[in-house]
C-alpha cells in the first residue's frame, strides 16, 4: 500500500461541499487560494462567517489526519466538509492523499 497525492480548486459564492464524491482520505490540507481576497471559513453543513470551525486568510492553509482525530485506522470523508467565502467566488485548493493498495 502507499499513498498518491491528489488535489483539486473549488470556488464558490455560497456554502459549498469540498466534494460531492464520497471520497474518504487518511489527510487532507485546505489552502486559501492567493487570490482570494476575504477569508474562506470551513465548517460542516451550517457553515456561515459566524458559524465555523476555521477561517483561512489568503494563502492560509489547514491539514488535518484521521489520525490527530484518534480515527489512526479511519479516514475523513471529503463530502461532510463545507466551506462559504466571505468576498464574492473565493476558493480554496484541496489536496488529499489516497490509499492505493
Known amino acids: 500500500m502507499y499513498f498518491k497525492p491528489q488535489c483539486f480548486i473549488k470556488t464558490t459564492t455560497v456554502a459549498a461541499r469540498l466534494t460531492t464524491s464520497d471520497i474518504k482520505v487518511s489527510a487532507v490540507t485546505i489552502q486559501a487560494e492567493r487570490s482570494n481576497t476575504g477569508y474562506v471559513y470551513i465548517g460542516d453543513?451550517?457553515?456561515?462567517?459566524?458559524?465555523?470551525?476555521?477561517?483561512?486568510?489568503?494563502?492560509?492553509?489547514?491539514?488535518?489526519?484521521?489520525?490527530?482525530?484518534?480515527?489512526?485506522s479511519a479516514d475523513i470523508s471529503l463530502k461532510d466538509i463545507w466551506f462559504i467565502p466571505s468576498v464574492g467566488a473565493d476558493g480554496v485548493s484541496v489536496t488529499y492523499w489516497e490509499r492505493v493498495e
Open 45 to 72: 453543513d451550517q457553515v456561515s462567517a459566524t458559524n465555523y470551525g476555521i477561517d483561512l486568510a489568503s494563502a492560509d492553509s489547514y491539514s488535518i489526519t484521521a489520525q490527530e482525530l484518534g480515527l489512526a
